[in-house]
């Protein structure tokens, strides 16, 4: 192609009469409709089990609350998951391995402060394999003293490693500021309290504490959702308990406040984390909320972005969203920056909170981010994976798939006027707390100049 004939994108862009104007959106597509059961078991197991045919695979989570007031409760609950998949009285790690290798499966297992969680995937022909390995972990995992020693050790190092990650000491730090003492700050535990948890101490945690009653399963893939349960009966028959699991107890409501700086001397970047009390998912101000929010930080083309990083560059990323526990939800906002801009962009950070409930969000930018929220929606569950996650997010707070299918017609028809109202009921700078993690010697005099922020204690061994 030659100089004459070939054009740029800029060019191609534009008309002798200006740039050409973007066609308009498409009609928004629908929810697709999900063939599934939403039931519980004899043992007290809620399972929704869903039909999405797109791949021969199935897709499974597990859930069960698992929380715990005792000072070694997340120690042991981290060396508990660490050591679920490590054998049992039928299998050992390798015929575990070997059986799941098999029908290309795979089972990992996790905790934090809410939940233990089990994910698995598989050949859908290689379910009921899947199942009877589930089974056979949640009822009968071991935890022999030779693998909690092997997996107590590896997790003493990668918590070490965790705890100097900036982002994992602001975490840590906005947990403490929002929450105090509960429960659910104790997401990384101490290395020291690891390294003292005994096999026993395992073990008799997985009997009182991997019950069915009040968890749920979630399975998604290549199945009839109508005979998921009585295949679960039989493989999970040996799951039972009168007991149920156990909730975390209620989050305080935030209220708002000062800001905490959090000093961590010579650090070179700053952590911002702020944090304001919001509402489930089934308040029916939640659509207009999530768009006000999707219109202030909750993603690239939103105000706080495009003033915080793309006009003054004090950052390269910038966000707010959603966090929910149990039944109780915020909306939390996050960017790192240098030192030398911190206090400038917690001010522009305030100041994009007070724009939006003063100046709020023009037809404009509703239509644009209905757009971006109703087919993230959609795109986020075209997967088998996607919508095994979105699905147990729902499951996990009491929702159910008729919300997920419900959800765009919710968001469709928020209003102007009901998203202005959003933003100025949920976004006033004065409901937000949180903190700053970095060097107090330099962010101190500017940071407390804003007003409204405090300076505490240096992080321990820092």
Do not use: C
Request: without cysteine; glycine residues 8%.
């Amino acid at each position: 192609m030659t100089s004459a004939t070939h054009r740029t994108a800029e060019e191609i862009g534009r008309t002798a009469a200006g740039p050409r104007p973007l066609p308009p959106l498409g009609a928004q597509s629908v929810a697709a409709d999900l063939s599934h059961v939403d039931t519980t078991l004899s043992n007290g197991l809620r399972v929704l089990a869903v039909r999405k045919a797109t791949v021969p695979l199935v897709e499974l989570r597990v859930w069960i609350p698992f929380a715990g007031e005792d000072k070694l409760h997340p120690a042991t609950a981290e060396v508990l998951a660490e050591t679920l998949l490590t054998g049992t009285a039928r299998r050992d790690r390798v015929e575990i391995d070997a059986e799941l290798a098999l029908i290309g499966g795979d089972l990992g297992a996790g905790v934090d402060p809410e939940r233990l969680y089990v994910t698995g995937s598989a050949l859908s022909d290689g379910l009921p394999t899947l199942l009877d390995v589930l089974g056979d972990v949640l009822t009968g995992a071991a935890h022999t003293d030779a693998e909690v020693g092997r997996e107590r050790e590896r997790l003493i190092e990668r918590i070490a490693v965790s705890r100097t990650q900036p982002r994992t000491i602001a975490r840590e730090a906005l947990q403490k500021q929002r929450y105090g003492d509960h429960p659910a700050t104790r997401e990384v535990p101490q290395a020291a309290d690891v390294a003292v948890v005994t096999p026993d101490q395992v073990r008799a945690l997985h009997a009182a504490s991997v019950l069915p009653r009040g968890s749920v399963l979630v399975i998604v893939g290549d199945l009839d959702p109508q005979t998921v349960p009585a295949d679960l009966e039989r493989a999970l028959g040996g799951w039972a308990s009168d007991r149920s699991a156990l909730r975390l107890p209620p989050l305080p409501e935030l209220t708002g406040g000062h800001v905490l700086l959090v000093p961590r001397p010579g650090a070179v970047q700053s952590q911002i984390r702020l944090s304001a009390q919001s509402v489930p998912r089934t308040d029916p101000r939640y659509p207009a909320l999530q768009l006000a929010n999707l219109a202030y930080g909750g993603y690239f083309s939103s105000r706080l972005v495009e003033n915080i990083r793309e006009d003054k560059g004090y950052t390269y990323g910038a966000h707010s969203g959603f966090e929910f526990t149990d039944q109780n939800a915020t909306v939390n906002v996050d960017a790192d920056t240098a030192n030398e801009v911190t206090a400038a962009a917690l001010l522009e950070t305030r100041y994009e909170l007070g724009r939006l409930g003063l100046v709020p969000p023009t037809a404009e930018e509703v239509e644009s981010v209905r757009q971006y929220a109703i087919g993230s929606l959609l795109t986020s569950t075209s997967s088998q994976t996607g919508l095994a996650g979105q699905v147990m997010a729902l499951a996990a707070t009491g929702l159910s798939v008729e919300w997920l299918q419900e959800h765009p017609a919710r968001v469709a028809a928020v209003t102007e006027e009901q998203v202005a109202q959003a933003a100025l009921d949920f976004f006033a700078p004065k409901r937000f707390t949180g903190v700053v993690v970095g060097d107090a010697e330099l962010l101190g005099p500017k940071l407390t100049a804003l007003g409204d922020v405090t300076v505490g204690e240096e992080i321990a061994g820092e």
